[in-house]
């Protein structure tokens, strides 16, 4: 289905009180521990937000379809891809687009599992999980190379690092209990291993499991969470998160790691659940905590409905390194869009924004 109605961007930049440079001799103290299980007051952020609404060209072939997600915002670029229908637009930061192509399909990729965009040299780099490949574009959609994957990892997501490297997180699908390392850095003309990141990971939990029917058939079922943002990269910050890590860490541009929080119960528990984070400035993170609960999955999509259980949103004051529920509710998240630090953004259909306009509840002035 193809969205009829205008798409329209909002950026949201967010303006700390204080600065992290006043408590960076902090870091040598313990790491903050979140207590999934315990309940925080709420709190009402010191920032102030200014909101810039973006137009976006709409035109017979420039149709944004509803799988079609924010991937990279820039103060030039927002690009655009459809996962599934292998769409890719690329609009300059006034809302006009530059490129749209999609290479779905022949010698191209089967779908987008993950995406990078390297403004600076114009160079796209799209996973393709399926076929283990790499494929890296021009932005006008030339394809200039392509190379496998590193033998035995199963890669879910890239992310640019730098000129000459890319950063992967490998994930297990049906888990396994041997250590790994989850993050390692490729060439990003080879596709070649050139270093690990410091990180092991004693057990991965499945994320994808099946469960046989009879001896020819089996039901095979998936955690796809689309509010979640997992790992996510904001600037040249890193935030590394995963189902199977009960610390979620900042990598630095200088290969440095640094633990931002760890939480409890562990996410080996026998009732998962995760942290990841959604937003990052200088004074907060906005933490989304999500269930994985296997028993309880399967039981519900066996019944035929969808599991979707709600999950919980904390914030973490990064100079007291306390917690609190997010009084906001989740509104500053961003989904795994590769931004600038202190910048949120949302999509929306032009007809909502005219609705919320009409009801007086936009802020800023379009």
């Not at 779905?104 to 799209?126: C, P, Q, V």
């Not at 950063?167 to 270093?195: H, Q, V």
Request: with cysteine; hydrophobic share 35%; proline share 4%.
């Amino acid at each position: 289905m193809k969205l009829i109605s205008v798409i329209v961007y909002i950026s949201l930049t967010i303006i700390p009180i204080n600065s992290l440079s006043q408590y960076n001799d902090q870091f040598d103290k313990p790491i903050p521990v979140l207590d999934k299980s315990k309940s925080y007051p709420s709190k009402e952020l010191e920032f102030k937000a200014q909101y810039k609404y973006v137009l976006l060209e709409t035109s017979r072939e420039v149709l944004l379809g509803e799988n079609c997600k924010l991937k990279f915002a820039s103060e030039n670029r927002l690009l655009f891809a459809d996962e599934y229908g292998g769409d890719i637009f690329i609009f300059d930061i006034n809302g006009k687009i530059y490129s749209k192509f999609n290479q779905k399909g022949g010698l191209g990729y089967t779908s987008i599992t993950s995406i990078a965009y390297d403004e600076s040299k114009n160079e796209l780099f799209i996973l393709d999980r399926i076929r283990k490949k790499i494929y890296v574009f021009s932005e006008k959609g030339a394809l200039l190379r392509s190379f496998k994957t590193p033998k035995e990892t199963f890669i879910a997501e890239i992310y640019n690092f730098n000129d000459s490297t890319l950063l992967a997180f490998d994930e297990n699908l049906i888990g396994t209990d041997k250590p790994t390392k989850p993050y390692f850095f490729i060439s990003r003309n080879s596709g070649n291993i050139i270093g690990y990141v410091n990180i092991t990971v004693e057990k991965v939990n499945a994320t994808q499991f099946m469960e046989s029917i009879s001896e020819n058939e089996s039901l095979s079922y998936s955690f796809i969470y689309t509010g979640i943002p997992d790992n996510c990269k904001f600037g040249n910050d890193f935030i590394l998160s995963n189902k199977s890590m009960d610390t979620v860490y900042v990598l630095r541009a200088d290969k440095s790691l640094e633990p931002l929080f760890t939480q409890i119960p562990s996410v080996h528990s026998e009732h998962t659940t995760a942290a990841s984070v959604g937003m990052f400035t200088d004074k907060y993170l906005q933490i989304c905590v999500a269930d994985y609960d296997i028993s309880a999955a399967t039981k519900t999509m066996k019944s035929g409905k969808t599991w979707n259980p709600p999950f919980k949103l904390y914030i973490l004051d990064r100079e007291t390194r306390e917690f609190y529920r997010d009084s906001e509710k989740g509104k500053y998240t961003v989904h795994k869009t590769d931004t600038s630090l202190n910048h949120a953004y949302s999509v929306m259909p032009a007809i909502i924004l005219i609705e919320k306009n009409k009801l007086e509840r936009l802020k800023g002035e379009l």
